[in-house]
């Protein structure tokens, strides 16, 4: 089956920096999710973007099928942004059946 | 809209009982899958509902088990509890496409803990 590799595993930064989390593949795909968990256990949709590039207010998402990856960038990081960051793909003919990455922890610092 | 619903938040069993789990999907959904998150890992998944049926299933024992009802709604069920099946439980729903998906749209969760 399709594996699914987000790096880092984990990152701290101070409010306002920027950063950029990644997500690689190992096959096609028909669909590709970012989700922010909140420490409560909801997983948040962030973009659904099996390709091309979006942007929605300080956060965008691309995603290059052809390499087979996807990066999630977090610009001017607030306190709120902390949480853990999931990838989910969705491969051909699998029927919305979502693999999902471990996961990006992120912590950012006042 | 209100979006994905599942009940109950918290639940604590014993281990060797039962547990029904529930999830009512999107309004205009029609897809249901459930999946199985431990501490510190991704979700897993465990099997996917469509039009009542178990339309696949991913590596989880037959202790684990599912019905969706004729409104879409659907329910997991464990039997014979153990200790590792502490976890939160996720729900997730979308429509049918052909034999994608549109995008999914998640519960808040069920955490479960057997003692």
């Known amino acids: 089956g399709i594996q699914v590799e987000q790096s880092p595993p984990d990152l701290i930064l101070q409010e306002g920096a920027n950063s950029t989390l990644r997500c690689n593949f190992s096959?096609?795909?028909?669909?590709l999710q970012w989700f922010h968990q909140n420490p409560w256990g909801q997983l948040i949709n962030l973009f659904y973007i099996p390709s091309g590039t979006k942007q929605n207010g300080r956060l965008s998402a691309t995603t290059v099928a052809t390499e087979r990856y996807s990066l999630l960038y977090i610009s001017s990081s607030q306190t709120t942004d902390s949480g853990v960051y999931f990838c989910a793909v969705d491969g051909y003919n699998q029927g919305g059946k979502l693999i999902f990455g471990q996961g990006t922890e992120l912590s950012v610092k006042p | 809209d209100a979006g994905v619903t599942q009940s109950p938040t918290h639940l604590i069993k014993t281990r060797g009982q039962q547990v029904t789990l529930r999830c009512s999907p999107k309004?205009?959904?029609?897809?249901v899958s459930w999946y199985q998150q431990a501490l510190g890992q991704g979700p897993q998944f465990i099997f996917q509902y469509y039009e009542e049926e178990e339309r696949q299933r991913g590596n989880f024992p037959d202790r684990f088990s599912g019905h969706q009802f004729p409104n879409y709604s659907s329910e997991l069920n464990v039997n014979a509890l153990l200790l590792g099946d502490s976890a939160l439980y996720l729900c997730?729903?979308?429509?049918?496409?052909?034999?994608?998906?549109?995008?999914?749209?998640f519960g808040q969760g069920t955490r479960l803990t057997v003692v």
């Open positions: 997730a729903s979308s429509l049918a496409l052909g034999t994608g998906a549109t995008e999914a749209f």
């Open positions: 096959d096609s795909v028909n669909n």
């Open positions: 309004s205009g959904h029609d897809t």
